[in-house]
């Protein structure tokens, strides 16, 4: 593990690890690929480790297959690489490279191994938020935060079900930095037995997927996912081939055969097919590539072979302590399509364009009637245009953020054995930055939550003393959840409490004008957005769509209409029938448990009734005593 400088040279590590490279703002640390040379902050006691190589190319024809082990060095290998960005969308084309599995360090000057926290940046599967952060401020509190890398876009997310594009690369990838983080991080001054992940955005939907898949068994043991969810619309892709299809078109195939998708997109060059992947329109919230259910060609190789609702309701998953929240305006996230793409005069005309993918119809009357619904529920009657600004960023924060992760916080608080924690950000101060241009808002916009977490200190001007409370309250809770699973901070006196079905507590951090201690810039609540998710319940109830896996192995070049004929309808989902009277009913397989069981009784009836009747919750009392007791 790595130790402090003295003022001349580098204490040698234990076990030889560390050595002395000439240069006392140096440090070698030695792995199993080589020595890798590090350097010590100037801003403080800590050692910086950047563009550390933690799997293989995957240009080539390993484009969108697994990552594969990483290169050994031939020379030292000096780690000073920053901002590597894997390829991603922009607004005026892409940036990035193709090889870009790389991860990066930063590591305490201590003799004793700490807690480890593991970034996962993101932005949408296909636009990552690549903003410089600043890790200073969460290693001052003796942890070692590791950033990685993962594949985004087609070159992450394309799911053909094929041996050439079995899909989740970018997951896959995630899953290989944290096995390197179990293998290596020691030497760099970290417990491989105490990982933390977190996560924002797609980085957060990211995080919760990991600990839903069997791949990440031994690699993880607490998670934060921040402004995004498993369950969010956008986070897994409904039907992998649709959007493929249209790419290949613009790239000048006109057929579907998954096989020669793979070819295609092999073959073509970045630019051209970064150019045709910008060319889409999508409205509904979804994203073009996304992670997938997939085929599972190797035993033990796929990343998820089942719904994020399915593995929660049959409680496959890390039981492990969980934080999860949202900001108070995530609708900002979709501010620049106001803009860029005239998002309002395209709802005001046709709404149910704008509907999410998680929610399926009998027909188009139906679609209609239930965005009329919508419509009234955010709009009224009115009209949607600038004056309807707020409105239209509620809608867009709901659906795609805040109901799905309340949601997660029931159907986990339900079905796990540890600690759910759930919090809602709404302090508005001059660190945040919105992302919405000119657009002007009250309250938390979506990323804002993040300057009080990666701010570096010496850069910040022009703040008060809440604005510095509320960055030690980030900051702590993060920290100390990180070292022991419970969110405690030092600032504040306020204890946050796990979430349940039962009680439903969340932690609300916000701007008080009257505020005389840290204290008042918390407070704990209970039934977070009652009214929204009694809505959303009903529309659910009726209509959820889970994700179903479209691909057979052995007929993977079937039409479209012949794939949704052949899915078959998983036991644990609910199950569509016909009556002898020809009317379509449906019905709620139960969960199964053991006899002398009765926790599992309990938690699997909230788990059934969870994603589909939210209400239930909002009066858990007489339906506890009425149902459960």
């Not at 003796?142 to 690369?169: H, K």
């Not at 119809?361 to 009224?380: Q, T």
Request: glycine share 6%; hydrophobic share 35%.
């Amino acid at each position: 593990m790595i130790r402090a400088l003295s003022l001349a040279f580098l204490l040698v590590l234990d076990k030889g690890l560390g050595q002395d490279t000439g240069d006392q703002s140096q440090v070698s640390v030695t792995i199993g690929q080589g020595t890798v040379i590090g350097a010590r902050s100037p801003h403080g006691d800590y050692y910086e480790f950047y563009g550390i190589p933690y799997a293989d190319s995957t240009s080539g024809s390993h484009r969108f297959k697994a990552p594969s082990t990483p290169p050994n060095f031939q020379d030292d290998f000096v780690a000073n690489r920053r901002n590597i960005k894997c390829v991603h969308a922009t607004s005026t084309g892409y940036e990035g490279t193709e090889d870009c599995l790389y991860l990066d360090i930063v590591t305490p000057l201590e003799e004793e191994l700490l807690p480890v926290m593991v970034w996962i940046k993101g932005r949408e599967f296909d636009n990552d938020l690549h903003q410089e952060l600043s890790y200073r401020n969460l290693v001052e509190k003796d942890v070692v935060v590791v950033s990685l890398n993962y594949r985004e876009s087609i070159f992450g997310f394309l799911c053909l079900g094929t041996e050439a594009a079995p899909g989740n690369a970018g997951l896959k990838d995630i899953i290989a930095g944290l096995r390197w983080v179990q293998n290596n991080i020691r030497e760099f001054g970290g417990d491989p037995n105490s990982v933390t992940i977190f996560g924002h955005g797609s980085g957060a939907a990211a995080v919760d997927l990991v600990t839903l898949s069997p791949l990440s068994v031994g690699l993880v043991h607490r998670a934060i996912a921040q402004s995004g969810s498993s369950l969010a619309p956008w986070a897994i892709s409904r039907d992998p081939l649709e959007y493929a299809v249209l790419v290949a078109r613009t790239l000048g195939y006109e057929g579907n055969d998954p096989d020669t998708l793979s070819e295609i997109f092999t073959e073509t060059n970045v630019t051209n097919l970064m150019q045709a992947i910008n060319e889409l329109d999508l409205t509904d919230n979804s994203l073009a590539f996304a992670p997938c259910i997939e085929n599972e060609y190797v035993p033990g190789e796929a990343f998820m072979t089942y719904s994020p609702y399915k593995t929660l309701t049959e409680r496959d998953f890390l039981q492990i302590p969980f934080i999860i929240g949202y900001v108070e305006n995530e609708g900002t996230i979709r501010a620049h399509e106001i803009q860029d793409d005239d998002w309002l005069t395209k709802m005001d005309t046709s709404f149910s364009d704008f509907i999410q993918q998680d929610l399926e119809f009998d027909n188009e009357e139906d679609k209609l009637e239930v965005a009329r619904l919508i419509r009234s529920f955010y709009f009224g009657e009115e009209s949607i245009d600038m004056s309807a600004l707020l409105e239209y960023l509620s809608y867009h924060g709901d659906t795609m953020i805040l109901v799905s992760t309340i949601r997660e916080a029931l159907m986990r608080s339900a079905a796990s054995t540890s600690s759910v924690y759930l919090y809602q950000f709404s302090y508005d101060g001059p660190l945040g930055n919105p992302f919405v241009g000119p657009l002007s808002v009250v309250g938390a916009a979506h990323s804002e939550d993040l300057a009080y977490l990666f701010n570096d200190n010496e850069a910040i001007t022009e703040i008060d003393q809440w604005d510095e409370a509320v960055i030690d309250i980030m900051i702590e809770r993060w920290t100390n959840f990180a070292k022991t699973g419970i969110p405690t901070s030092d600032t504040t006196t306020n204890e946050w409490q796990p979430f349940t079905p039962e009680n439903m507590n969340f932690l609300h951090i916000f701007n008080n004008e009257e505020a005389q201690t840290a204290d008042d810039l918390e407070y704990i609540l209970v039934q977070p957005h009652s009214e929204v998710m009694r809505f959303w319940d009903q529309i659910y109830f009726d209509h959820f769509k889970d994700v179903e896996p479209i691909w057979h192995v052995d007929d993977l070049d079937v039409t479209e209409s012949e794939r949704d004929d052949e899915i078959d309808v998983e036991e644990d989902a609910d199950v569509v029938t016909e009556d002898p009277e020809g009317e379509e009913t449906v019905t709620e397989e139960p969960i199964e448990c053991e006899e002398d069981d009765p926790d599992c009784d309990s938690a699997s009836t909230a788990v059934g009734y969870t994603f589909l009747i939210v209400s239930l919750f909002y009066l858990l009392s007489e339906f506890h005593q009425k149902q459960l007791l």
